[in-house]
């Protein structure tokens, strides 16, 4: 197997979580930085990440970097790449860039410029002049940072937090990935209750619950590469035969999940149906006035709702409020909380014992953690 370079991105802040889930699967040897972790892998390798990976934003086939100060040099160092060794002679490609911090900040120029060069050494590569592009879809990325390129394909197609299992939502809905994380964040197993108490849509436990049974998240969609002819179609089968064997059909977590919203949970039951977990989550209609904690030893995990997207201030700073009434007088409940609200603690009534900041979209957001006693043994 001819070895590549893959870079897996993430949300800024996540990268420690998809370093994890990438040496899990075997790619010990990782260059991090922020929004993205690099390793060395084959092409082979490419089902299996996509598949598999919970966290990542997408996953890029690295073709090269180097530097550039002017439209010539970046034509004639793209014009070096192999890219004959990807793109086939009808590969219907595609150019899109950004640009920071660089001389070259033009990002429609520096399009333009790279289609030209792959375009000329496809011209030696296959000896025609024009080429129909009728066949595979290839997206390639012009990222410039500070003078530095580094052009890659994308291997994903549509971002890996769209797993197939959510056709109706709630507003402001969490992405997959996101909450895939915030789940990993909290160490919660499956033999610990879980709850979400302004679950919306349902991702949350449903990512819980697909990740106790070790259902891959990608299992149920396509991705862009399945069309490319460097990678093997066995290759797709081996990883989608091994991702079904993996489930752990014994696997019941306890799972409770809530909304003031009927219609929310209408959705997210659906969702939960669609995803194969709705045998593990109670879902009810619920107001957070009226929730009592049954048990001891719980991990709650949620994103209630921002002020500044919905509902009204004094309304979401209640709910906090009442958050902290219900969780602080039990020392044995771990809480973890999703918001923009820069007041959560003082509202909530506690520092967390550790907050990351994280970002949802474009809105900066603070993951606030509070460690509960360890069930015993």
């Not at 849509?201 to 819980?208: F, L, Q, V």
């Amino acid at each position: 197997m001819t070895p590549i370079t893959l870079t897996a991105t993430s949300t800024f802040g996540l990268e420690a979580v998809v370093k994890r889930e990438l040496k899990k699967l075997g790619f010990e040897k990782q260059t991090v930085n922020d929004g993205s972790i690099t390793f060395e892998a084959a092409a082979e390798d490419i089902p299996r990440l996509n598949i598999n990976l919970r966290s990542a934003d997408r996953v890029l086939l690295v073709m090269g970097s180097f530097e550039a100060y002017s439209f010539e040099e970046l034509f004639e160092n793209t014009k070096k790449l192999p890219w004959g060794d990807i793109l086939p002679v009808d590969a219907n490609f595609t150019v899109s860039g950004k640009s920071i911090k660089s001389t070259l900040y033009s990002v429609p120029d520096c399009q333009s410029i790279v289609e030209k060069a792959i375009v000329e050494k496809l011209k030696l590569k296959y000896k025609i002049n024009w080429f129909e592009k009728t066949g595979a879809r290839y997206k390639i990325q012009v990222s410039i940072l500070k003078d530095k390129v580094t052009l890659s394909i994308d291997t994903s197609g549509a971002a890996l937090h769209k797993r197939g299992y959510r056709e109706d939502q709630v507003i402001a809905p969490l992405k997959e990935t996101m909450a895939s994380a915030m789940i990993d964040l909290s160490f919660w197993n499956k033999d610990r209750l879980l709850l979400d108490p302004c679950c919306g849509s349902g991702t949350i436990p449903i990512e819980a619950a697909m990740t106790a049974k070790n259902i891959a998240p990608g299992l149920g969609r396509k991705f862009v590469s399945e069309e490319w002819g460097i990678i093997p179609q066995a290759a797709w089968k081996t990883a989608r035969k091994e991702a079904f064997a993996a489930i752990k059909t014994d696997v019941l977590p306890i799972i409770k999940a809530s909304d003031i919203d009927p219609h929310a949970i209408e959705i997210a039951k659906q969702n939960a149906i669609n995803a194969g977990v709705d045998d593990c989550i109670e879902f009810r209609t619920l107001p957070f006035e009226k929730l009592k904690l049954d048990r001891d030893y719980g991990v709650c995990i949620s994103n209630p709702p921002y002020a500044e997207r919905m509902g009204e201030l004094d309304e979401v700073e209640k709910l906090y409020r009442d958050m902290g009434k219900l969780f602080r007088p039990n020392k044995t409940w771990s809480v973890y909380i999703i918001t923009s609200h820069e007041g959560f603690e003082k509202l909530y009534g506690k520092r967390a014992d550790k907050k990351r900041k994280l970002f949802n979209g474009n809105v900066k957001i603070d993951y606030y953690q509070y460690f509960g006693e360890r069930p015993k043994k």
